[in-house]
């Protein structure tokens, strides 16, 4: 039995990463990712099942990122009801998402906008879906802390509310031809707008 190696199955990733990236999905062949690895093809099948396998390996740790990003949302720090009125709290959240987008470009672009025809299509849509359970577990978490806030909000706001968090997400991945300051601005303004409106609703 062949032992597989973890310096040729990271070579291969390497690749395959730089193939979806420059080429797209479609494009991508194993066999063009085997040639850029330096091994050959029958090789790549030694660690990855095929193209849809290697698709999904290759996002993985943005994924795994995303969704640590999404659940720190209910983490401790942040179930306090402070986080309404200190900025340091809010700023902190849009940080993070801000250095996802920064450190994982690339892969969100291929994740959001180009993974059709393989098992992470529609995904954008799974976004929105975890972080609308999110923010339902949020609410409950907040009442049990703090019984006099309004947690009566409509679990379809609730939907509308994390799609539009996402699209401005999207925007974000997708358009690199603002400056820091101007990104950093108009987050600064959808804190404040967005911030203002969950106070009205919770009555906080």
């Known amino acids: 039995m062949q032992t597989l190696k973890d310096d040729i199955r990271q070579r291969i990733l390497a690749a395959a990463r730089n193939e979806f990236i420059t080429a797209g999905v479609r494009r991508t062949s194993i066999r063009k990712?085997?040639?850029?690895?330096?091994v050959a093809v029958g090789n790549v099948y030694n660690y990855f099942s095929g193209k849809?396998?290697?698709?999904?390996?290759?996002?993985?740790?943005?994924?795994?990122?995303?969704?640590?990003?999404?659940?720190?949302?209910?983490?401790?720090?942040?179930?306090?009801?402070?986080v309404f009125s200190v900025r340091t709290l809010q700023?902190?959240?849009?940080?993070?998402?801000?250095?996802?987008?920064?450190?994982?470009?690339?892969?969100?672009?291929?994740?959001l906008f180009n993974a059709e025809g393989t098992p992470l299509a529609g995904y954008k849509e799974k976004i929105v879906?975890?972080?609308?359970?999110?923010?339902a577990e949020y609410l409950q978490l907040m009442k049990a802390r703090y019984p006099h806030i309004d947690v009566?909000?409509?679990?379809?706001?609730?939907h509308i509310s994390s799609s539009?968090?996402?699209?401005?997400f999207c925007e974000l991945v997708e358009?690199?031809?603002?400056?820091?300051?101007?990104?950093?601005?108009?987050l600064e303004q959808?804190?404040?707008?967005?911030?203002?409106?969950?106070?009205?609703?919770?009555?906080?």
């Open 164 to 168: 539009t968090w996402v699209n401005i």
């Open 175 to 186: 358009h690199d031809d603002y400056s820091e300051q101007e990104v950093a601005r108009a």
């Open 129 to 135: 879906d975890f972080q609308t359970k999110i923010g």
């Open 190 to 204: 959808y804190e404040i707008f967005g911030m203002a409106g969950w106070k009205a609703l919770m009555k906080v």
């Open 91 to 111: 700023d902190e959240h849009v940080g993070a998402m801000r250095r996802l987008v920064k450190n994982f470009r690339p892969e969100l672009r291929l994740l």
């Open 33 to 38: 990712v085997a040639h850029k690895a330096g």
């Open 52 to 82: 849809d396998q290697l698709f999904c390996e290759v996002l993985r740790p943005l994924i795994s990122e995303l969704n640590r990003y999404m659940r720190s949302h209910n983490e401790e720090r942040h179930l306090n009801i402070d």
């Open 152 to 158: 009566d909000i409509s679990p379809f706001f609730l």
